[in-house]
């Protein structure tokens, strides 16, 4: 008997509902009350879109480049439920096309590689150095207390110098060497003709500095520690080669043979050290983020340091390969290697400072 009566009230309900009049349930969902939550993300979404399409995907900072694919998921989820429930057509359209948008925003590639070369000298390396301006103060204050180190330890005695200075590098050059063989086999030597000059010898010099300088930057990975000391190293050697020419009354005229190139090899090695540093000081404070996590987010800034770097250890192998030897006089070595130093920081200083919008 119960099961009948259950039955019959099921039906009487099922009669209520039925008859003219009835409150029916409300099973579409009214667009006002969709977006509430919702239109927020849509509005930044659209802004960020709209930058993308304007300048370009890296004209975005970190954080809108994080936020990007987070909201574009979000639009196609809200996409997803107004298809289901019916919304009006007006925010269904607007909805496909903010998503259509955001697509190509997060998954298009640059079709134009001039334009991608032409952002990555304007504007990406630029703002890359920049960012990193402290990084860049410490690894340039361990290179100066490297210098200063080896200069004072050589100074004292000179048999550091062979100690500091690697054979290679030292080319013949050592304690037992006269002011008169340093200034006529070294400081100003004969010009070797331009194939020894730049076919052989800036060659040799570039892929040399190439190797301390990726191995700086790669050793960041061991939190900074290892790039830090051979940063230092790098500095023990210059101290020492500046210290022997001090004991021979020969240090202007050694600062200029060494400034016509050493201004851009030396910013250079700097760079990398710094982006090194970059990626250790992310792996060791990762913030809100796993450390890979917060490698990955930042290591294009380290990566681009690196890139800019080695272009300019290129430049500084063809000025001591070939240009220092041409240039016979220490004032206009001294006038070259400034110069290119100026035009460095200006470069590196002002480049790219354009107004986002």
């Avoid at 259950?6 to 969902?29: D, F, H, N, S, Y």
């Avoid at 500095?235 to 020419?245: P, Q, V």
């Amino acid at each position: 008997m119960s099961e009948i009566a259950a039955v019959t009230e099921q039906a009487r309900i099922a009669a209520r509902m039925a008859a003219p009049g009835a409150a029916k349930p409300e099973l579409v969902l009214k667009s006002s009350e969709f977006r509430k939550g919702r239109e927020a993300g849509w509005r930044e979404l659209e802004r960020l879109v709209q930058r993308v399409e304007r300048r370009g995907v890296r004209s975005l900072s970190l954080d809108d480049l994080q936020q990007l694919p987070i909201l574009y998921r979000a639009a196609l989820s809200s996409l997803s439920v107004a298809r289901s429930i019916a919304l009006d057509r007006n925010l269904l359209l607007y909805l496909e096309n903010l998503a259509l948008r955001a697509y190509f925003a997060v998954y298009a590639t640059r079709a134009n590689p001039v334009e991608g070369l032409r952002d990555f000298f304007v504007r990406d390396l630029p703002e890359a150095v920049r960012a990193a301006r402290w990084h860049i103060l410490i690894a340039a204050t361990a290179l100066m207390v490297g210098i200063a180190a080896g200069f004072i330890l050589t100074v004292h005695d000179e048999a550091w110098f062979s100690s500091l200075m690697p054979a290679d590098l030292a080319a013949g050059r050592g304690p037992a060497s006269t002011a008169a063989e340093l200034r006529a086999r070294e400081l100003f030597a004969p010009w070797p003709g331009a194939a020894a000059a730049f076919g052989v010898f800036a060659n040799v010099l570039f892929s040399h500095n190439t190797l301390i300088g990726l191995m700086c930057f790669g050793l960041g990975l061991a939190a900074g520690i290892p790039t830090l000391m051979l940063t230092v190293y790098q500095g023990l050697s210059l101290g020492a080669f500046i210290a022997l020419h001090f004991d021979r009354s020969l240090t202007i005229a050694c600062l200029g043979w060494l400034s016509i190139h050493g201004t851009t090899e030396l910013g250079a090695l700097i760079l990398l050290a710094a982006g090194g540093l970059v990626i250790a000081d992310k792996i060791l404070f990762p913030g809100r983020y796993a450390r890979l996590q917060n490698l990955a987010l930042h290591g294009r800034q380290a990566a681009q340091m690196a890139v800019g770097a080695i272009l300019m250890l290129f430049v500084a192998g063809i000025l001591e390969g070939g240009v220092r030897q041409l240039v016979a006089s220490t004032p206009a070595r001294f006038a070259v290697g400034l110069g290119m130093a100026a035009l460095w920081l200006v470069y590196f200083s002002c480049c790219g400072r354009s107004v986002r919008q």
